[in-house]
T-cell receptor
Framework: KAGVTQTPRYLIKTRGQQVTLSCSPI?????VSWYQQTPGQGLQFLFE???????NKGNFPGRFSGRQFSNSRSEMNVSTLELGDSALYLC?????????????FGPGTRLTVT | QKEVEQNSGPLSVPEGAIASLNCTYS??????FFWYRQYSGKSPELIMS????GDKEDGRFTAQLNKASQYVSLLIRDSQPSDSATYLC????????????FGRGTSLIVHP
């Protein structure tokens, strides 16, 4: 079974721009979560989508948004990029609510904001 | 604020030894506990999950859970240099949010 895929793998953007990251979960997984990982803050939860609905949201500003499509694929968008948004963005999928904590991570998108 | 605490390390052990990684958590209502391994520059990989008090073994890995003391540990037997990585502990949140909180991770170095 194919794993979680994320595109693009690397991005370089300038301050003020916006960016869209994509995630395709493992087939059959309906929950998709997004995380930001930085050396200083570790792994921080952004939001989680289940059946096209945002079910949980972390403590990030409104510049960070996401959505999920009917095929469970998900995108996250960051508008008005700041230098501090440079990070590894990870997507994780899980089967359903009961097993929602057994999350499987994609390879991540490395975002650099200059 | 629910917290998951791990010693950042590095924990250095010789090849063939047992590596012991510990994690404490603050949410007494947590029910699900996970260990992830993350190699430098890679994404986290789920290696163990544990839901009940006691030990759970999977190959060279043993997860131990003590809910009364609010700690979970991971033992790696016969440690190999390929086990050198950061190990992240993740604990679910009680109250229905279903979103795990991750610790900052413990860096493990297995030297030949």
């Amino acid at each position: 079974k194919a794993g979680v895929t994320q595109t693009p793998r690397y991005l370089i953007k300038t301050r003020g721009q916006q960016v869209t990251l994509s995630c395709s979960p493992i087939s059959g997984h309906r929950s998709v979560s997004w995380y930001q990982q930085t050396p200083g803050q570790g792994l921080q939860f952004l939001f989680e989508y289940f059946s096209e609905t945002q079910r949980n949201k972390g403590n990030f500003p409104g510049r960070f948004s996401g959505r999920q499509f009917s095929n469970s694929r998900s995108e996250m968008n960051v508008s008005t990029l700041e230098l501090g948004d440079s990070a590894l963005y990870l997507c994780a999928s899980s089967v359903d609510r009961w097993n929602s904590y057994e999350q499987y991570f994609g390879p991540g998108t490395r975002l650099t904001v200059t | 604020q629910k917290e998951v605490e791990q010693n950042s390390g590095p924990l250095s052990v010789p090849e063939g030894a047992i590596a012991s990684l510990n994690c404490t958590y603050s949410d007494r209502g947590s029910q699900s506990f996970f260990w992830y391994r993350q190699y430098s520059g890679k994404s986290p990989e789920l290696i163990m999950s544990i839901y009940s008090n006691g030990d759970k073994e999977d190959g060279r890995f043993t997860a131990q859970l003590n809910k009364a003391s609010q700690y979970v540990s991971l033992l790696i037997r016969d440690s190999q240099p390929s086990d050198s990585a950061t190990y992240l502990c993740a604990v679910d949140a009680s109250g229905g949010s279903y979103i795990p909180t991750f610790g900052r991770g413990t860096s493990l170095i297995v030297h030949p």
